[in-house]
């Protein structure tokens, strides 16, 4: 059993946010009907790679979920989402706000269906505030909350993150809020709506720079990899590529000098982290002549010995190969019907509940039966659903 064990959660999320969030509770065990249109979620079209014959994009973020695909404009397919929703303990929606209440599922609607439904509505700018209806999309999250303007080299034009981060944190404080909200229903017996907003969960993740900003009134500076209170803490080059290295107290200070140039400890421009931080141009400049003529594995080999946190800055295919991450079953085989694919793993390690990953990422309306029929259509209502093209399915999804 997973710690979610009984808790039915209606998806109707597309693209990242609110599919990763979902993605999560499906890992601790919740049953996730994803709810699709009938085109299907606009990611099973974001490709080529495909992987088993669907867009790689999409299998990121829909494992362990069934699929079912309604016409909702039609009055059958609001009906079979009255019916889901009646049924189940989460719903969790990411459309722009008013969306849901053209197709008459606003929070008073769907609230009055279920009391005890736990209703999260995921959007850019959340549902309230002057910029409420304007579209959210990861860059534009970035950019707006700040976090974009921190990034990247000082010289450089604003660099986003390699993946969209904006989204998967936002869809990490969707899952938290879903969880304590579910907490909450144990005692009082009731549910709640969770509006969340792209903008809010990554405002927040500004942390230390936006305190600092608030404490000294002077924006942040762009620093690479750098760390703006810690030096040295940033990426280095080597020989044949680049090595993090993070200093964090004079004990370590003292060991990294030691296993590469000891004559560090003598320079007074260096002497303490606020030294050090004050003339971080100079000691950068210092340990890159150090490294420059050194291989990242040998560096990595000396300052790990000498008990220094540091990494090779790797790419996928060497993180997909790190023991580390074949020893935590990180990467996993599943078999469908279209073949053997490999996914990543749950990072859920509970000691009697586990994540788990249990089926892949469905074909679209891959269980309308069997959700229909669960939700007390007898099969000959189903068949007719599918005449009046109210449910659909596809067999496969695209090819190569």
Aim: glycine share 8%; proline share 6%; hydrophobic share 35%.
């Amino acid at each position: 059993m997973g710690a979610l064990d009984g808790i039915k959660v209606l998806d109707m999320t597309q693209a990242m946010s609110g599919p990763f969030a979902t993605m999560l509770l499906g890992d601790l065990g919740a049953e996730i009907i994803k709810v699709e249109p009938p085109e299907g979620d606009q990611t099973r079209s974001w490709a080529p790679p495909y992987m088993g014959g669907i867009s790689s994009y999409f299998m990121s973020t829909n494992r362990n979920k069934e699929s079912i695909s309604i016409d909702l404009k039609k009055p059958e397919g609001k009906e079979i989402l009255r019916r889901l929703i009646k049924t189940s303990d989460v719903l969790v929606e990411n459309f722009r706000p008013g969306v849901m209440e053209k197709l008459g599922f606003s929070r008073q609607d769907v609230m009055e269906i279920n009391g005890k439904l736990i209703y999260c509505s995921i959007s850019g700018f959340g549902q309230t505030g002057p910029m409420k209806d304007l579209p959210g999309y990861d860059l534009v999250i970035l950019a707006m909350s700040g976090l974009l303007g921190i990034t990247g080299n000082p010289d450089s034009s604003p660099v986003k993150f390699g993946v969209p981060i904006a989204d998967i944190t936002t869809a990490l404080f969707a899952a938290i809020s879903i969880l304590a909200a579910l907490y909450s229903r144990k005692e009082t017996g009731k549910g709640q709506y969770i509006d969340l907003s792209m903008l809010d969960s990554n405002f927040l993740v500004l942390t230390h720079q936006l305190t600092a900003y608030l404490s000294t009134g002077k924006n942040p500076e762009k620093l690479g990899s750098a760390h703006s209170s810690i030096a040295p803490y940033q990426a280095f080059r080597t020989e044949d590529g680049y090595i993090v290295i993070t200093v964090g107290t004079e004990k370590l200070w003292e060991k990294f000098c030691n296993a590469l140039d000891p004559s560090l400890l003598g320079m007074p421009e260096f002497r303490t982290n606020v030294d050090r931080v004050g003339h971080r141009a100079m000691l950068e400049s210092k340990i890159n002549e150090l490294l420059k003529s050194r291989t990242t594995f040998g560096i990595y080999k000396i300052l790990s010995e000498a008990g220094i946190p540091c990494a090779p800055v790797n790419n996928v295919s060497d993180a997909v190969n790190n023991d580390q991450i074949k020893f935590r079953e990180m990467i996993l085989n599943m078999h469908t019907d279209n073949g053997d694919i490999t996914l990543p793993g749950t990072p859920f390690k509970l000691s009697d509940t586990p994540g788990t990953i249990r089926s892949p990422p469905p074909l679209l309306g891959n269980k309308n039966e069997k959700i229909l029929t669960g939700a007390g259509y007898t099969p000959d209502e189903v068949h007719k659903l599918y005449i009046k093209h109210v449910i659909f399915k596809r067999e496969s999804d695209l090819k190569e």
